[in-house]
């Protein structure tokens, strides 16, 4: 089955705690993104990665860091959290073959710092 | 001004009811326009994927962009209680994409 796991789903913390959030895909896709959303706000993306050790910035980047060493795990990095950092956190991976898009979802990281 | 503008809703319409969401953007350098469906603690869910003016049509799904107005909307035929869910637009540039807020959609049976 075509899935995006992440881990962990839920997380308390505490400000400057470092904390990792794995992203893991198995459909192979070169392309994989994290997203926070909050309400009124929608999705705003973070990080994006177009293929082994290449990433680049998103929308709101700051206080956070990605790595990209192998095709199928993509970890959000939080060095030191904050609470501006509590947020809904979604990593998702997508394909496009000559105009067909295929996107998968991860369930969501609900994180929580104090 | 916010790149992607979307009313957040909610939108309430009787089951069978024709659905129109809209998305209003800014930057012309949009290439990609997409809609997703998300229910509630779910992640989003692909609904469609267009990349030119006009229509495209995936059963009950009819995505509209028009370029020149820098509009997109969806369309929802013959709206069923499943259909309750938030929509999302979404436009993509060179592999960012910038996302409205949403539009919390409710169909009442």
């Known amino acids: 089955e075509a899935q995006v796991t992440q881990n962990p789903r839920y997380l308390i913390t505490v400000t400057g705690k470092k904390l990792t959030v794995t992203c893991s895909q198995n459909?192979?896709?070169?392309?994989m993104s994290w997203y926070r959303q909050d309400p009124g706000l929608g999705l705003r993306q973070i990080y994006y990665s177009m293929n082994v050790e290449v990433t680049d910035k998103g929308d709101v980047p700051e206080g956070y860091k990605v790595s990209r060493k192998e095709k199928r795990n993509f970890p959000l990095i939080l060095e030191s959290p904050s609470p501006n950092q509590t947020s809904l956190y979604f990593c998702?991976?997508?394909?496009?073959?000559?105009?067909?898009?295929?996107?998968?979802f991860g369930p969501g990281t609900r994180l929580l710092v104090l | 001004q916010k790149e992607v503008e979307q009313d957040p809703g909610p939108l309430s319409v009787p089951e069978g009811a024709i659905v129109s969401l809209n998305c209003t953007y800014s930057n012309s350098a949009f290439q990609y326009f997409m809609w997703y469906r998300q229910y509630s603690r779910k992640g989003p869910e692909l609904l469609m994927y267009t990349y030119s003016s006009g229509n495209k049509e995936d059963g009950r799904f009819t995505a509209q962009v028009d370029k020149s107005s820098k509009y997109i909307s969806l369309f929802i035929r013959d709206s069923q209680p499943s259909d309750s869910a938030t929509y999302l637009c979404?436009?993509?540039?060179?592999?960012?994409?910038?996302w409205g807020a949403g539009t919390k959609l409710i169909i009442k049976p």
């Open positions: 979404a436009l993509d540039s060179n592999y960012q994409l910038i």
């Open positions: 998702a991976s997508r394909r496009n073959d000559l105009g067909q898009e295929t996107q998968y």
């Open positions: 459909m192979n896709h070169e392309y």
